[in-house]
Structure formats: C-alpha cells, structure tokens
C-alpha cells in the first residue's frame, strides 16, 4: 500500500524559463527527510506546461535524488499513446507507481475510459492510479465506473474531487482496504482516514511538510489535540494560498523559507509585489500568533 503523505512535487524554473534541476535538487533535499514519498509531474508540478522532454528529464532527476521514498508519477495526456509512453519511461526508471487523469478534452463515455485503462494495464505492471481532477480534466467518474476500474486492476485513486459525499459513496461500494484510496488534499485526511483512506497527496507539504505530516501521524494515533494544533497552522497559512494563482504563492512561501526554487513556469505571474504581499500576510499570522 502506498500509506502517508505524498508531497505533489512542484517545478523549479530558472530565470530564462528552463526546467532547474538545482533548485529541484534544494526541494528534493529539504523534504527528503520529512514525507513518506513524492507525486511528481501533477497539477503543483506543471505538468502541462512541460514538453516530453523535460517530463523524462524530471522522472529520471526525482528517481535519482529521492532518498528511495516512494514515487509516483503522473503520466496523463490527452492522447493515450503517449501517456503509456511516458508511463513505460517511467517504470523504466524506477518508478513505484504511475497515475492517470482520464483522456481530457474530449467527454468521453465511461465506457471509453474503461477501454483506455485497459489498454494502460496490459502495457504497465507497476501499480495505477487514476487521477480524478474534474476542474482540470472537465468531466468526473461515477463510483460505479471506479468501481469497475478497481474489478479490472487499478491499482488506487488519488481523489481531487473536493466531494465528501463522492468519498463516502466510493468508501461504500469499493474495498478501500485492497483499492489504495488517496485524497488530493491534507484537508481530507480527517474523514478519509476514518473510513479506509490511506492519506493525502499534498501541494501544501511542499512548504509546510511537518504539520502535513503530524495532521497524519495523529490521526492514525488518535491524537486528536495534536490534530488540532497542527490544523491551527495549516487553516492559518491556507489563507494565504489565497491571495493569487497556488503555483506562484507556494514558490514565494518557500523562496521565503530560504528553500530556493526559484520562478514557476510563463505565463505565472511572479514579481517582487507578490512575494511582498505573501511574506507580509506571514508575519501578520505570526504577530497574530497564527489564529
């Protein structure tokens, strides 16, 4: 089973746009110590402004300098040949485990996309995860159709449905204790975890793994005013995600950590006002002692 909290690794760029494999090698080495394993190449990794190219190139440097943590790799397009190509790249690499979003922009029938799993699973042997994300991919699966996925051999889920009702109906009608259940969001580790979730994969541990970590550490203990003091923070630096686009906000709070990883990816917006507004609304959580 693939238990804990997988950092959704973002992409360090440089300064002329370019992938910066230095600056990943900084993250990589600040969490390293501090999660249970990575998801790369998802929605905080960029993964649609990245060429093939660079994919491998980032699946290739994470395996390498991962600490054998656990990873999986996100290797949905569009076009189903070459998300088994990057998904067959990335077994060849080492990879623990690989995850789709369902063919986008196209609305495909369920039944069309239980053909495209099918087609992933005679050509991959390492465990699959479906990667539901309807904002991005522009439709969702019914529980029935997971349910069917999970009949077939998909391997888990990684949910970023934001849909508790969703999870309850999927908890009921597939064995979560054999179907690896993951929530897009440490938000969700409290109900999930409760009824056969097996933890998040988090954009917010990126930043701010030990609170991340400790949310489901005490859980799993039944700590729960441990839960809560750590929730606290995490409610707190939430707020500020809000101020502009996820990707650019998280680089600024870790460029301001000291954590250099450098600029997300053009058309981002990231300048010197953003980075200001971030590290001011810090210190008015701090002088507010986080509440």
């Known amino acids: 089973m693939f238990e804990g909290i997988f950092t959704s690794l973002i992409t360090p760029f440089n300064e002329e746009n370019k992938v910066d494999l230095e600056r990943l090698n900084n993250l990589l080495f600040y969490l390293n110590d501090k999660v249970h394993g990575f998801f790369i190449l998802g929605t905080y990794g960029s993964t649609a402004l990245l060429c093939e190219d660079e994919k491998k190139e980032i699946i290739k440097h994470v395996l390498k300098n991962s600490s054998n943590k656990k ?48 087609k992933i699973l005679r050509e991959i042997t390492i465990p699959v995860f479906v990667y539901l994300n309807p904002p991005r991919v522009g439709y969702n699966l019914s529980v029935q159709c997971i349910h069917q996925l999970a009949e077939i051999g998909i391997y888990g889920i990684k949910d970023t449905t934001n849909n508790l009702n969703y999870f309850y109906d ?12 993951l929530s897009g969001s440490e938000m969700y580790l409290n109900p999930t975890m409760f009824h056969g979730g097996k933890g998040a994969i988090s954009a917010m541990s990126n930043v701010f793994p030990e609170y991340v970590v400790n949310v489901y550490d005490s859980l799993k203990n039944r700590n729960m005013e441990s839960y809560k003091e750590s929730m606290k923070y995490l409610f707190a630096y939430r707020k500020i995600r809000k101020v502009g686009q996820g990707i650019p906000v998280v680089h600024a709070m870790l460029n301001l950590k000291g954590i250099d990883v450098g600029y997300p990816r053009f058309p981002f917006k990231y300048d010197e006002g953003l980075v200001n507004k971030v590290s001011e609304l810090i210190k008015c959580l ?6």
């Open 71 to 118: 990873v999986i790799v996100h290797a949905g397009e569009s076009n189903p040949d070459t998300s088994v190509k990057l998904a067959q790249f990335a077994q060849s690499q080492g990879a623990n485990a690989v995850a789709f979003v369902p063919p986008y922009f196209y609305g495909y029938s369920e039944e069309e996309i239980i053909l495209y799993f099918q």
């Open 170 to 181: 999927l908890s009921t009608n597939v064995d979560l204790e054999k179907f690896n259940y």
């Open 286 to 291: 701090r002088t507010n002692q986080i509440d």
